[in-house]
């Protein structure tokens, strides 16, 4: 984890970046932002627009799947005094310097970093340059929120809105779904603030929402055999315990329950899973659950993790604005939308899943991997998330998943592939893959070695697909490819 030499080298480079706004501020420059569709894409934007907005800044947000020729042409025709990139542009800094190499950028994002630019109009915030990992210890909203707090301390009040982007990463890779790294210290001032409080509880999602048999009888992390899918069987299983599942007309949540239930509960399912030989997955039921403290109890924002759902369904429904509006605190009307988003959102996904396990050509087993072809029925924005979901409950957990849609309107492919910390300690690194297989077939890609994307030519996909088969094997085989997780 990092130590407090590349922490201060991290936090410099942050305060660099925040200078480079506070200057163009100060001229009255324009500043052009841009930051990427998912959960912490969308709360890294809400935290660089309420910095702006508070330093009364002239800027704009727009929210994009990928960096690429677009944007380039938008700062070519608009030519703002800065350019902002958050969640994304590491990957990028090669096409920026080819064809924008005069204009100020500022970039604020974790993934791997792929050439090294000598520009000075460019500043990077990027942990991975100080050996920090950007995969688990710090997100792009993260980021940006210690860019946000060099330029005002007032900005602290954005921490949540930086953990709520490390979840929708996936960051909470510590003991016990805890956070590590520079997560850590994003937490601290949260707690610190009276923002957030960690609360050690069952880590099933829906924390605040859901009916609490749905919360047992939907989780897949852990799964429950006889439980998870079977909301008869949790209804009986609570009954069991005594545990009322209303208060007067209203559905409890886990939230709901006083310190005696959930004792009971708990140690009801860590002998349900004893019983069934579920050793590993009765360490894995407690852990840490992030409460916004200031949100309304059983509200979607309350839960941490519920929040970034709700984060990432605005930006994949194409909806970003009210994401970002909510991270810079608007409620009511904002919220009330988000909520029906969410709702749309979910029914999607559920379609899509039913839709790929309707016929086996959808889901194809190769050597090293497994494919999905979502063709032009899946969203390209939803992939991802298609691919996420998929990857934990495939028989081989040692195979990545890469599951691609036709972008619509475009002769392109969306390309979203997925592993599991098992396939990792193998030697798998899916930012790797997705960069050399893309860069082969006309495309570009990258990402992290857990998750990363793609975007090729229709045409290219098939051979696309055997050469990811083929570098994954050559992983596993152990053959080291020129850039590591690190860069
Ligand atoms: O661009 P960004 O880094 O924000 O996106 C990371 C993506 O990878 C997210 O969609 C997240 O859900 C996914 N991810 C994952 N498993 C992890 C870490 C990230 O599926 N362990
Ligand atoms: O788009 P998807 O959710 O599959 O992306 C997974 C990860 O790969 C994200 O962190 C994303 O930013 C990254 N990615 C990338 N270059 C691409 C596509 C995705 O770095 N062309
Ligand atoms: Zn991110």
Redesign the pocket.
């Known amino acids: 984890m990092a130590d407090q030499t590349q922490i201060a080298l991290f936090l410099s480079a942050a305060d660099k970046a925040a200078k480079m706004i506070l200057e163009t501020v100060q001229q009255d420059g324009f500043i052009d932002c841009f930051s990427?569709l998912?959960?912490?894409?969308v709360a890294a934007a809400g935290v660089i627009s309420k910095a702006l907005y508070r330093l009364d800044a002239r800027y704009r947000v727009r929210v994009m799947q990928w960096v690429d020729n677009k944007i380039v042409s938008n700062i070519i025709a608009d030519k703002p005094q800065l350019v902002v990139l958050t969640?994304?542009g590491s990957g990028y800094l090669q096409l920026l310097n080819d064809n924008v190499p005069d204009v100020k950028i500022v970039v604020l994002d974790?993934?791997q970093i792929t050439a090294n630019v000598d520009n000075d109009n460019f500043v990077q915030v990027n942990p991975h340059e100080y050996g920090i990992d950007g995969?688990t210890e710090v997100?792009?909203s993260g980021v940006t929120y210690f860019v946000a707090k060099a330029l005002d301390c007032k900005n602290v009040d954005l921490a949540p809105v930086a953990l709520v982007?490390a979840l929708?990463?996936?960051?909470d890779?510590y003991d016990q779904r805890s956070f590590g790294g520079l997560n850590k210290l994003i937490l601290e001032d949260a707690v610190q603030a009276d923002l957030v409080k960690v609360v050690k509880d069952l880590t099933f999602f829906g924390r605040e929402t859901r009916p609490i048999h749905r919360t047992l009888s939907t989780t897949t992390n852990p799964f429950i055999p006889g439980l998870s899918g079977e909301e008869d069987k949790a209804l009986t299983f609570l009954a069991s315990l005594d545990i009322d599942i209303k208060h007067g007309e209203r559905f409890r949540s886990l939230s709901d329950l006083d310190e005696v239930e959930k004792k009971r509960l708990c140690s009801a399912l860590a002998d349900y899973m004893l019983s069934k030989g579920l050793h590993v997955e009765v360490s894995n039921l407690i852990g840490n659950n992030y409460v916004l403290v200031n949100e309304e109890p059983n509200t979607a924002l309350r839960d941490a993790r519920e929040y970034s759902v709700l984060l990432?369904s605005t930006g994949r429904m194409d909806r970003p604005g009210l994401g970002i509006a909510i991270c810079m605190g608007d409620r009511g009307a904002a919220l009330e939308e988000s909520n029906s988003i969410l709702e749309d959102y979910r029914k999607n996904i559920n379609k899509y899943l039913s839709w790929v396990m309707e016929k086996p050509e959808r889901l194809r087993e190769l050597t090293n991997i497994y494919v999905v072809n979502g063709e032009d029925y899946v969203n390209e924005k939803i992939i991802?998330?298609v691919?996420?979901i998929m990857?934990a409950g495939l028989p081989n957990s040692q195979k990545p998943l890469i599951a691609y849609a036709k972008v619509n309107g475009e002769d392109a492919v969306k390309i979203s592939s997925?592993t599991t910390e098992a396939a990792l300690q193998l030697g798998v690194n899916l930012g790797n893959v997705m960069r050399l297989a893309s860069e082969k077939h006309l495309g570009t890609g990258g990402?992290?070695n857990?998750?990363a994307g793609a975007q090729v030519p229709m045409n290219q996909i098939e051979n696309f697909v055997i050469t990811a088969d083929e570098l994954v094997g050559r992983q596993l085989k152990g053959e080291i490819f020129e850039c590591d997780d690190n860069h």
């Open positions: 990427h998912d959960a912490d894409g969640d994304f974790h993934h995969a997100s792009g982007g929708g990463d996936m960051q890779k990432n991802g998330t691919s996420s990857v997925r990402g992290h857990i998750a």
